[in-house]
């Protein structure tokens, strides 16, 4: 009877394990969204925005960061998790270039699509603001 027992509680604890891994595993590998719609606080002409043809492309540190314990910018890690642009990038930041995620969003997105034009990044509105 004790080795029924046991046999059961074994074969219990590795399906918990195996589902523990399974889990972790695709939270681990989550790249989010293959296509979003971003929208600045007043809801404004979103932006259609191709995040796995980004992914293809780029790393993840080219458009996300965090922040460090001084409140300011830090490197991205691997693996970190993704938090929204206007949880930092809003009307309570004191840096008027960065106080808003249409600003911030204007910045990094049309500034890298200029330098990546040659590569054939568009750099008309319309691209991304979609009638």
């Known amino acids: 009877m004790k080795k029924f027992v046991f ?9 918990f394990a195996f ?5 972790g595993v695709s939270t681990a590998n989550d790249k989010g969204p293959a ?3 971003l929208k600045t606080e007043a809801g404004k002409k979103p932006a259609t925005f191709p995040h796995a043809a980004h992914q293809a492309k780029n790393p993840c540190s080219e ?3 965090s922040k460090g314990a ?4 830090a490197a991205y890690v691997e693996g970190q998790a ?9 009307a309570d930041s004191a840096n008027e270039k960065l106080n808003s995620f249409k600003k911030v969003a204007h910045e990094k997105c049309k500034g890298c699509h200029k330098a990546k034009k040659a590569e054939g990044a568009s750099t008309k509105c319309a691209t991304c603001h979609k009638k």
């Open 7 to 15: 046999a059961v509680v074994f074969a219990v604890a590795l399906v």
């Open 35 to 37: 296509e979003m719609v």
């Open 63 to 65: 458009c996300h960061h």
């Open 82 to 90: 993704i938090e929204k642009c206007v949880t930092c990038h809003n």
């Open 19 to 23: 589902n523990f891994a399974v889990v």
């Open 70 to 73: 001084d409140g300011k910018k």
